[in-house]
């Protein structure tokens, strides 16, 4: 099983909608997780960090579950502009684990 | 801030030759990081640095593969001799690792074609 799993999707979203992704991972001794998000060609950049508290940031929310060991994605009222791919980060003992990333179309 | 600084940012070589990437991490950040990313694999830690020594290299897929960071503006990966297989984006990323401090900032890439 891989240490980080994501859906690669590809999500098809009409603009305007509500989509949720999630990511899971193995090792329940992971520390610090994190979303990142790559457009086609680019770089990833760092989207936001996930706390336990889970956390908010405009149109995208992002959750922690350490129960049940995933983290999840939410993005409101989507724009086209959100289209990308979306990686889940895990961090355990300064160990970097990204997922595969799970794309998103968003359709006008 | 420049950012993260890549060169090149193509590179197309036959296999069998030697080819050097180049890293220039952010200024002030003491942590660097060599990513591989492919379709098949996606985005893979190679190595990484932690004030300019080698912490985990567990990821380099093996001799043919090296880096350094002989000072703290400067780091380079090199693969000698190239396969076809190494085809893939080298990212370089750096980060300054402190006390809530771990947002990693990556570089452009590199685009390798081995032929």
């Known amino acids: 099983r891989k240490e980080v799993e994501q859906d690669p999707g590809p999500f098809n979203v009409p603009e305007g909608a509500t989509v949720a992704f999630n990511c899971t991972y193995s090792?329940?001794?992971?520390?610090?997780f994190f979303w990142y998000r790559q457009d086609c060609r680019k770089e990833p950049k760092l989207l936001m960090s996930?706390?336990?508290s889970g956390n908010e940031d405009g149109r995208f929310t992002a959750q922690l579950n350490r129960a049940s060991q995933y983290i999840s994605l939410l993005i409101r009222d989507s724009k086209l502009s959100d289209s990308a791919t979306y990686l889940c980060?895990?961090?355990?003992?300064?160990?970097?684990?990204f997922g595969k990333g799970t794309r998103l179309h968003i359709l006008p | 801030d420049a950012g993260v600084i890549q060169s090149p940012r193509h590179e197309v070589t036959e296999m069998g030759q030697e080819v050097t990437l180049r890293c220039k991490p952010i200024?002030?950040?003491?942590?660097l990081f060599w990513y591989r990313q492919t379709m098949m694999r996606g985005l893979e830690l190679l190595i990484y640095?932690?004030?300019?020594?080698?912490?985990?290299d567990s990821g380099m897929p093996e001799d043919r593969f090296s880096a350094k960071m002989p000072n703290a503006s400067f780091s380079t990966l090199k693969i000698q001799p190239s396969e076809p297989r190494d085809s893939a984006v080298y990212f370089c990323a750096s980060r300054m690792t402190s006390l809530n401090q771990e947002t990693q900032y990556f570089g452009p890439g590199t685009r390798l074609l081995v032929l």
């Open positions: 980060v895990v961090n355990r003992d300064d160990k970097i684990i």
């Open positions: 640095f932690n004030n300019n020594v080698p912490i985990d």
């Open positions: 090792n329940s001794a992971s520390q610090s």
């Open positions: 200024s002030g950040h003491n942590s």
């Open positions: 996930v706390y336990s």
